[in-house]
């Protein structure tokens, strides 16, 4: 397990950029080979992100823990670097997103036109994060090998069960204002989202720790502190 900051601090930059890349590129050529069929279109959203998700866990988790999400890193509370970490989430996952704009041809700088609001919305965002932060603390505890394919899975089924797509992180929840694209969100829209992001990830770490009992957390397993 890599503890050396620079090299946390360089797995998180690359998988935010990769995975937010994924997210809204996915949805970009998703939208466009769709021929309309926003069902369609979510799932090929979907299993992109799944994907990439599986991959990056498994091969940062070692590294950095894998975050790429600013409620997970705050919520664990792992690190000691926290400010540089989040730094590093959001301006790979922001460069992801700009890069995508350069791939398929778009304006680089862009506002995000689709409108994400509203009661049912935030509840879907709790559920979303709340899931996710109990699938990290509860499954790196009981089994730890598993946790890429379980996070992977929970951010699948959140596409498809929950009202806002589980969006489930504050970062990619801003790079995803900077979009038109069919992954997109209205800029007026995300601090709701976020707001109920950083609870429903408060009430799954909570909870999820319950669940595990005395011992050994599972911070220490998966999300060790920076030893620096």
């Known amino acids: 397990m890599s503890h050396a900051p620079g090299r946390a601090l360089a797995a998180e930059f690359i998988g935010s950029l990769i995975l937010f890349a994924t997210v809204v590129g996915s949805g970009v050529m998703a939208q466009r080979l769709a021929g309309g069929n926003d069902a369609v279109a979510l799932l090929g959203n979907t299993g992109a992100t799944g994907a990439v998700l599986y991959v990056l866990i498994t091969l940062l988790g070692?590294?950095?823990g894998a975050h790429f999400n600013?409620?997970?890193?705050?919520m664990l509370g792992a690190r000691r670097d926290w400010l540089p970490f989040i730094a590093a989430q959001f301006v790979g996952g922001i460069l992801g997103v700009l890069i995508v704009h350069a791939m398929f041809d778009m304006t680089i700088l862009q506002t995000g036109?689709?409108?994400r609001t509203g009661t049912g919305q935030w509840i879907g965002e709790f559920i979303a994060t709340f899931g996710?932060?109990?699938?990290?603390v509860v499954g790196s505890r009981q089994k730890p090998e598993a946790v890429p394919a379980l996070v992977a899975l929970w951010?699948?089924?959140?596409?498809?069960?929950?009202?806002?797509?589980s969006f489930a992180?504050?970062?990619i929840t801003v790079a995803r204002a900077m979009t038109t694209s069919f992954a997109g969100?209205?800029?007026i829209d995300a601090p709701g989202f976020i707001f109920?992001?950083?609870v429903g990830a408060a009430a799954g770490a909570i909870i999820g720790r319950w669940i595990n009992g005395p011992g050994i957390t599972s911070d220490d397993r998966l999300y060790p502190a920076d030893a620096s």
């Open 62 to 64: 070692p590294v950095s």
């Open 70 to 74: 600013p409620a997970v890193t705050v």
């Open 113 to 115: 036109i689709k409108p």
């Open 132 to 136: 996710l932060l109990f699938t990290i």
């Open 155 to 165: 951010i699948v089924a959140g596409y498809w069960f929950t009202s806002s797509t």
């Open 169 to 171: 992180n504050p970062a």
């Open 185 to 187: 969100i209205r800029p």
């Open 196 to 198: 109920a992001q950083f």
